[in-house]
Each structure stands twice: as C-alpha cells, then as structure tokens.
C-alpha cells in the first residue's frame, strides 16, 4: 500500500466533507429514533390496549421491511403525496423512522428490568407516577440501556451507508464516486474504513464516559414535587409525642402531639373492633384474585399509638392487607379509613388515580416498611432517606440531609451514609429501610414481615429498632410478623388471621399467650415450638 497516497485520502478535504454528512445522518437518525422510540415504548407499556397495538404494528412494520426499500419509499413516494425532502432530509427520517422500533425495544426492557419492588417502594413513599419515573425507575432503566444505547449509535452510523441509494454525498457514496475516477480502490478503501473507525471509536468512548458516570451513586438535589397546601402540611406533622424534633426538620413539621392513650383492640358490642377515634378502621374487606379469596370480610381497628399484630400461617392475607391499607393493592369492597379519611375510593365508587392516591398517603401520614428492603439501588443510603422529603414533602436539601444523617445515626447507621445500598448487609439494608419510612414523621406505620428475608442472626438488630420505635415514638403500627415472641414484647393487640379471615383478636399476652380458637392454638403452639 502507498503509505503517501492513504495519508492523502485520509485528510482529503472531499471525504472528510463526506465524514461530516455520514455524522450529520447518525446524529439525526439517533436522536430522532431515540424521541420516537420513547414514544413508541410508552404506547407499548399504557393500560390502554389501542395504543398498544398501534405502537406493535409499527415496530412490525418497520422491523420486518429492509432499511434500503424505506430510504427509497421516503424519498421518492413522499413527493406524490406533495412531500418533497432533500436527500440528507429523506436519509436522516428514514434513519430516525427505522432505528426507533430498536429504540422503543431498549427502553421497554430497561424500564421493565428495574426492579418492582423500588417501584412499589416508591409509590408507598407518596411519589406519584411522573416523580417515580424520574426519580427511581428512568436513572436505574438508563444505567442498564447505556450499553444498549452505544451499540445501537453504532449501528444507526453503518446504517447511514445505506443512504448513499438515494445520492447523500456521506462517506461511502463519496468513496465510491473517488474510487471510480482516481483507480486507487485499496488507499482509498483504507482510508475511508480508518475514518469510520475513528467515528465508531468516539461514539465507544463516549458510551464508556456515561457507563462510569451513570453507575456512580446519584445525589441529585431537586425541588419538591409539589407544593403542599398549608394544611397539608400540618397534618402531616400531626406525629406523635416522643418524635422529638431532629436537627434537620423544619419548623412546620416539628413538635410533639398529645398521644390519645386508647390501646387494647377490645370488640365493640356487634363484634367488630371498635373504630371510633381509630388511626385505622377497615370494614369488610373483601380482595378476590380470580375465583381465590384472599381476603374476606375482614374488619380491624387500631387506635392512635397502638401496635398490632398480625399473625398467621402464609397465605392468610397478611400481607395482601398490609397493601390494601396502603393502597397498594386495590380492593373488592370495603373501607379503609386512615386518620378519619377514607383512602382509595371516590364519591362516585371509583378507585382515585395514582397521582391522587400519592396524595392520600401524604395526608393521611401512612408509611410502609417492605419485607424485601426495597431500598433505591442508584441513590447513596443518605439519599435513600433524604431524597423522598425532597421529592414528596418539599423539605430543603440541608434539612432533609440533616434528618437523614440523624435518623442514620439512630439506627446505628450513620457511618454508612455515603455507602451504596448493595454494600450492606441485610440487617443494615431493612434499617435504612425503616429510617427512610419514619423520616418524613409518618402517624401510621406498615411492616409487611419485616425480618423474613433476613438470616437468622442479623433478625435480632432490625427488631431491636423496631421495638424501639414502639415504645419511643408513639407510632401507630401494623405489623405481619411470625416472630411471637418479638410480637408479645411489642404489640399491644394482636389479630390472628386465617383463610382470609379474623379469626381471633385481643390482647397481644392473651392471643398469643392463651388463644380461644381451636386454629389459633395449633399455630401458637407450632411457632413457640419453632422459637425454642
């Protein structure tokens, strides 16, 4: 090879214009596939079915017809319905029209790889569903497409090649044409395979500068969601004496309230808990999956700091309740009332939207503490707690990084706070988890099993926390455990559960100490005998 002559058509002024336009085509066929292919994917994951059809026929269609047949359909059978385009106009669409169903696949697959229980941990949180998206589920979706991503500008960039069919003057067309009249195909081909090099190294670098900084911990400040109404806010910072006031909370949502001792569950006269007064009133709950029913007709009360119990084999509903008060779960028939407010359901009998729902368990001050931890992969520990009082409850950077550090030092935690979830262990991970849940001072605590996933010697630190908030906070709290004796130190009533049904409620000594059903005394004395 003629080392001078490739040198030459190397910086030749004519290819490098032709470098510039094969650029030109790859920016506007990935940016403009990447806005539709947004689109396309959100069409392909709404509820609504029509849209979902139309956003799979298009990717169909344009999945199964060659690149090359739609280059030359956009710019020569436009112009017969009066749209006439260049030919780098026509290129560039076609690109962006092509690479979108590609596109639309990549976000699909990474919204859907981010895991469902940070979601789920989200919307527990109050963040409704534009804020989880852009807070939770998209930063961890684009950390797993970036990969993705890169591959596909490579190949938007080989694939603008095709263009030179309808005359683009980019890089290979003008290579063709230099060929053609100079005879020199080895340098040239060589100098032109070196330049596609080139560009295919930048998009690769640029790929693996985003790679490093998309897997960094994400510390993001941003301003709150919404701004609350005045009274909103109160009622949020309506908690319970022994709170205390932490060094990062704002005035509005600081100060102790009387606590109404009022504990014990006893049944009202027609039998059913007495609801009157209650943080927490369920009436007949009925939850169905199919023809299985998970949950019939089940009634519980819990008054202002009272802890309750909720025990039973699995697959007594527990958990599926836990959901319901939290309107994470929707329900068949019944009632949640939270702090005098009925959740989920509207005057008209219709299950409110997401957004609404975020609203309610805002006001209504619910909290909810998963058995999976749920913490949010991409943020730090601190952010895990601080973010949602940014995001939800409109607190200030400063105070709500404050709250987080106080809370992270009371759970035995505060030296972690820069540490990625993932580094900690089990036990660690459910006590930022709890942290995250009582940072934003919430009056009605959830623990869905909050030591099952944990192995047996890290169960002791998580329960010690819990049984501190208990007795320090003034919470009022429902929780689905199998830890009896963790359940008799702590609870104040306890509900033994059974085929989706109360089978026995009462004093949390009397229940689990000396139960009166026949169901009740054969899982007590199953779980005591497992405790030993």
């Not at 941990?121 to 979706?141: C, H, N």
């Not at 230099?178 to 670098?205: M, R």
């Amino acid at each position: 090879m003629d080392i001078t002559g490739f040198l030459h058509y190397l910086t030749l002024p004519y290819l490098v214009e032709g470098l510039l336009v094969t650029l030109q085509l790859t920016a506007f066929g990935f940016l403009g596939g990447m806005a539709l292919g947004a689109v396309l994917a959100a069409m392909q994951l709404t509820r609504f079915r029509t849209l979902t059809v139309i956003a799979r026929c298009y990717t169909t269609l344009y999945r199964g017809t060659p690149l090359i047949l739609q280059l030359v359909f956009t710019f020569t059978v436009l112009p017969h319905a009066g749209v006439v385009l260049t030919p780098i106009v026509a290129g560039s669409l076609a690109l962006a029209l092509n690479e979108a169903t590609f596109f639309s696949e990549i976000f699909r697959s990474g919204i859907r790889g981010v895991d469902q229980a940070q979601t789920t941990a989200g919307r527990a949180l109050g963040l409704g569903p534009g804020a989880l998206m852009r807070r939770v589920t998209a930063p961890q979706a684009f950390r797993q497409m970036v990969p993705a991503l890169g591959n596909e500008a490579v190949a938007t960039m080989k694939n603008s090649a095709l263009a030179s069919i309808i005359a683009v003057p980019e890089l290979t067309l003008r290579t063709q044409q230099l060929a053609s009249s100079t005879f020199d195909y080895f340098e040239i081909y060589v100098a032109t395979a070196v330049l596609y090099l080139l560009l295919t190294g930048a998009i690769t670098g640029v790929q693996l500068l985003v790679e490093r900084r998309s897997v960094r911990i994400a510390g993001v400040r941003s301003r709150p969601l919404a701004r609350r109404k005045r009274g909103r806010a109160e009622t949020t910072a309506a908690s319970t004496a022994g709170l205390g006031r932490g060094p990062g909370t704002p005035p509005e949502l600081a100060g102790p309230v009387e606590v109404v001792e009022m504990r014990g569950g006893a049944p009202a006269e027609d039998g059913r808990p007495e609801a009157r007064g209650a943080a927490l009133a369920l009436t007949g709950i009925v939850k169905r999956y199919g023809e299985r029913t998970v949950l019939d007709g089940v009634d519980l009360a819990a008054q202002p700091g009272e802890v309750v119990a909720l025990l039973g084999p699995s697959g007594s509903g527990k958990s599926t309740l836990l959901r319901i008060i939290d309107q994470l779960e929707t329900r068949d028939s019944g009632t949640v009332t939270v702090n005098g407010a009925e959740l989920g359901i509207g005057a008209t009998g219709r299950r409110h939207s997401e957004s609404r729902l975020a609203a309610e368990r805002v006001d209504a001050g619910v909290s909810m503490v998963f058995q999976n931890f749920a913490l949010f992969s991409h943020l730090s520990v601190a952010e895990n707690v601080a973010g949602p009082l940014r995001w939800v409850h409109g607190w200030a950077a400063d105070a709500a990084a404050a709250r987080a550090h106080e809370l992270l030092g009371r759970v035995g935690l505060g030296e972690y706070a820069d540490a990625a979830p993932a580094s900690l262990s089990g036990g660690q991970q459910q006590r930022v988890a709890i942290a995250r849940a009582i940072a934003a001072r919430p009056r009605l605590l959830l623990l869905d099993e909050p030591t099952s996933a944990l192995d047996p010697e890290l169960v002791a630190e998580v329960l010690r926390v819990i049984t501190s908030l208990a007795r320090d906070e003034g919470l009022t709290m429902v929780l689905a455990t199998h830890q009896l004796r963790f359940a008799r130190q702590v609870a104040d009533t306890a509900v033994f559960m059974a085929g989706g049904r109360v089978v026995e409620t009462g004093p949390a000594e009397r229940v689990i100490g000396d139960p009166s059903t026949p169901q009740a005394v054969t899982f007590m004395t199953a779980m005591n005998a497992a405790e030993v």
